[in-house]
């Protein structure tokens, strides 16, 4: 197996993949970017023309700071850098203010800040290979370095996953070199940096408690109780409350942690996200939207009756189902916690080592998109990229990773609705697609066959669905009737693919035996 840890000495390979990358991130700087990038300049202006007491009520823009301190403090570091660009750029009045100057400030400091994912280099291939191409660390480097998700995320549509990945990866590589204490330690940075990432923290919190503070195990992988050290947990609780008080203290001083809180977490917000995530509410919302379009033709329902607000309205605000019960934020989360709690006993009872931890990890991540409240369709990439880490070591894994990466990256493609965009998003995600593919069954070409039948033809399914939603359908009579139906049938359609990987994922760690039992490699 490969080893999960940072690589040194990767040689010129490494260094030209990256700054491959890099050069095409910079082309991609004068496409089309997204409201994103207005919420992030306003950001800007927020951290640096206003005193910290007012960062979280401020709400002169629709777009009001509602990331975790550490990310505002993130902005307000940029914003030093941005006032040598364009000094308006950082004025809280200037509503949706946009120039050339700022443009490539933005877009520049995403390229810049990803250095860190850059250099998160984190498996080492040990199989042997005579071409370059078909080791495994090479493969990966690829997979992780040209993600076409974070490209088109994070550099058309515009955010800051990269360096927020980075982190995420390096957490997760100081655990599996056993350093817990460093990876509790990022892990704790990151989660006050992005608040979605508490998407994954039971894995790390039973991970730590179970082969930290725990510090044996018996023959048969059960917990040995008498082996508890107080010490350690008291350590990670410490450094899990210093990072805390880093980031909340100054808001506690201030009285503001009520308010704080309301930002990150408003609640008032519709179940699902103006995109639609391929998710399991997608799947509930299209039974309900087809169940109300037949209600409607057989007359058995009262048009006037119908809740106005839409799910396929671009809307985010609370509104009823039409037919089926209306989702609450309680009931979301109780489906949330039903959904991770196998992966976390499984974690417990059945230590799995790093891997189990790795794979425990995406569960949270899955179960948490699948079931959450408001979840963001960008959310899948808390799944991908961790399994890239995976799909490089066994060819059960390469065939989960390749359903759900490619389900899930073409369900990103909404977020990209404008033409001169069309092609690029067509052609990078067949690039990274048939790349991806490839490679993965170069390099576990002795074994069986990646897909069977039925996944092979869900796949090759996504074609005629881009043809139908893009060349098709807008010159059809139902564009004016149905707008939503392009929408609908992404989202549902991809959220059959995700489901299926989150439910074979979740068979291949239930059945997968203890770690002391395993042969070590």
């Known amino acids: 197996m490969a080893a999960l840890g940072t690589v040194k000495g990767s040689g010129s390979w490494f260094s030209s993949l990256a700054l491959g990358v890099t050069l095409l991130k910079c082309l991609l700087i004068p496409t089309y970017h997204s409201t994103d990038f207005e919420v992030h300049r306003n950001w800007l202006a927020i951290t640096h023309s206003l005193p910290l007491s007012q960062w979280y009520y401020e709400a002169t823009s629709e777009w009001t700071l509602d990331y975790p301190p550490f990310f505002a403090w993130f902005e307000y570091v940029l914003s030093h850098v941005a006032k ?63 993600n076409f998700g974070l490209l088109i995320v994070d550099h058309i549509h515009f955010q800051y996953n990269g360096f927020l990945s980075g982190l995420m990866l390096l957490s997760i590589a100081r655990l599996f070199q056993k350093r817990h204490m460093e990876g509790a330690f990022f892990f704790a940075v990151l989660l006050h940096f992005k608040h979605i990432y508490v998407y994954v923290a039971p894995a790390y919190g039973i991970y730590l408690l179970r082969s930290y503070c725990f510090t044996a195990s018996k023959p048969d992988g059960s917990v040995r109780w008498n082996s508890f050290s107080f010490i350690r947990l008291i350590s990670l ?16 001083a201030l009285n503001q942690l009520p308010q704080v809180f309301s930002r990150l977490f408003p609640f008032k917000r519709g179940l699902c996200h103006a995109y639609w995530a391929p998710n399991f509410w997608a799947l509930y919302n299209a039974v309900d939207k087809v169940l109300s379009i ?28 039409t037919v089926l019960p209306s989702v609450t934020p309680l009931a979301t989360l109780i489906c949330t916690l039903i959904a991770i709690l196998p992966s976390v006993c499984c974690l417990w009872f059945k230590p799995q ?3 189990g931890f790795l794979r425990c990890l995406i569960l949270c991540a899955l179960s948490s998109f699948m079931f959450g409240w408001h979840v963001h369709e960008k959310a899948i990439l808390l799944a991908i990229l961790p399994m890239s880490l995976l799909s490089v070591e066994k060819a059960g894994d ?12 073409y369900s990103l493609f909404p977020l990209l609705f404008t033409t001169p965009e069309l092609p690029i998003k067509i052609l990078l995600m067949l690039l990274f697609t048939i790349y991806s593919i490839s490679s993965l069954m170069m390099l ?75 042969k070590k490699q």
């Open 398 to 409: 390469a065939s989960i990773f390749l359903i759900l990466t490619t389900t899930g990256h």
């Open 237 to 252: 609780g410490l450094i899990v409350f210093l990072v805390s008080a880093l980031s909340l203290g100054p808001f506690l």
């Open 84 to 146: 040598y660009f364009d000094q308006e750029m950082l004025n809280v009045h200037n509503l949706n203010y946009f120039n050339s100057r700022t443009l490539l400030f933005q877009r520049f400091s995403v390229i810049f800040t990803d250095v860190l994912f850059v250099c998160c280099k984190c498996v080492d291939g040990r199989k042997a290979s005579k071409e370059l191409t078909e080791k495994p660390k090479f493969i990966l480097s690829v997979l992780l370095l040209w």
């Open 353 to 355: 080592g790093p891997r």
């Open 444 to 518: 576990f070409r002795k074994e069986k066959p990646l897909f069977n039948w039925m996944e092979t033809f869900y796949l090759l399914g996504l074609a005629p669905l881009e043809v139908c939603c893009e060349f098709v359908f807008p010159f059809t009579s139902w564009r004016l009737k149905y707008p939503f139906i392009p929408l609908l049938m992404t989202s549902v359609y991809c959220a059959v693919g995700v489901t299926y990987a989150w439910f074979r994922l979740y068979v291949s760690m239930l059945t997968g035996p203890p770690v002391g039992k395993t």
């Open 294 to 321: 037949i209600g409607l033709e057989l007359k058995l329902l009262d048009p006037n009756k119908i809740p106005k607000a839409s799910m396929t309205s671009g809307l985010v605000q609370q509104f009823d189902h």
